[in-house]
T-cell receptor, first 113, second 113 residues
Framework: GDSVTQMEGPVTLSEEAFLTINCTYTATGYPSLFWYVQYPGEGLQLLLKATKADDKGSNKGFEATYRKETTSFHLEKGSVQVSDSAVYFCALSVPSGAQKLVFGQGTRLTINP | DSGVTQTPKHLITATGQRVTLRCSPRSGDLSVYWYQQSLDQGLQFLIQYYNGEERAKGNILERFSAQQFPDLHSELNLSSLELGDSALYFC????????????FGPGTRLLVL
């Protein structure tokens, strides 16, 4: 079945460090790919998305490129801030059947000043 | 603020009881999705409704049921509650097309004692 695998956390970085959170997927067809972020005590917010191969999603300094050949959608940011501390979820949605989201297990990110 | 509202925010109840969680989608969204977030299972899709009709089912227990009303709000009913049903329940909505972004509500935290 469809699945998403994220790098295990937690991840702790210093402010201004470079961030990569790995995400790979298995899916039938050509899924849309998403990164959601969950701040403490809140719901999930869409961070960025890509709907076809080689698309790059970007928002708030975060980027991820849809790589069909490696079935990956790694999240990157060049210089993290304390306010980026949150749990990050990679997810996919396949184009047939239910448009449900299939989530990875989440990666908790803590940024220290 | 995603525009999706959920009530109540917190719910504490006892085993064997029944509860109802309510969700109002964003204005104009026809699809409503329910997800369960627990420590051991992560984020799991439960059920989707589109314009009042059930569209897809995921890992939803038989003790759980949902419906979407003519005004498009949705309710998730959980009955014969068990300790293991304690979780965060999210509702999301979308316009309902392939690759559409799902917007999440703040969630209802259910604690079964």
């Amino acid at each position: 079945g469809d699945s998403v695998t994220q790098m295990e956390g937690p991840v702790t970085l210093s402010e201004e460090a470079f961030l990569t959170i790995n995400c790979t997927y298995t899916a039938t067809g050509y899924p849309s790919l998403f990164w959601y972020v969950q701040y403490p005590g809140e719901g999930l917010q869409l961070l960025l998305k890509a709907t076809k191969a080689d698309d790059k999603g970007s928002n708030k300094g975060f980027e991820a490129t849809y790589r069909k050949e490696t079935t990956s959608f790694h999240l990157e940011k060049g210089s993290v801030q304390v306010s980026d501390s949150a749990v990050y979820f990679c997810a996919l949605s396949v184009p047939s059947g239910a448009q449900k989201l299939v989530f990875g297990q989440g990666t908790r990110l803590t940024i220290n000043p | 603020d995603s525009g999706v509202t959920q009530t109540p925010k917190h719910l504490i109840t006892a085993t064997g009881q029944r509860v109802t969680l309510r969700c109002s989608p964003r204005s104009g969204d026809l699809s409503v999705y329910w997800y369960q977030q627990s420590l051991d299972q992560g984020l799991q899709f439960l059920i989707q409704y589109y314009n009042g009709e059930e569209r897809a089912k995921g890992n939803i227990l038989e003790r759980f049921s949902a419906q979407q009303f003519p005004d498009l709000h949705s309710e998730l009913n959980l009955s014969s509650l068990e300790l293991g049903d304690s979780a965060l329940y999210f509702c999301a909505s979308s316009v309902a097309g392939v690759g559409e972004t799902q917007y999440f509500g703040p969630g209802t935290r259910l604690l079964v004692l």
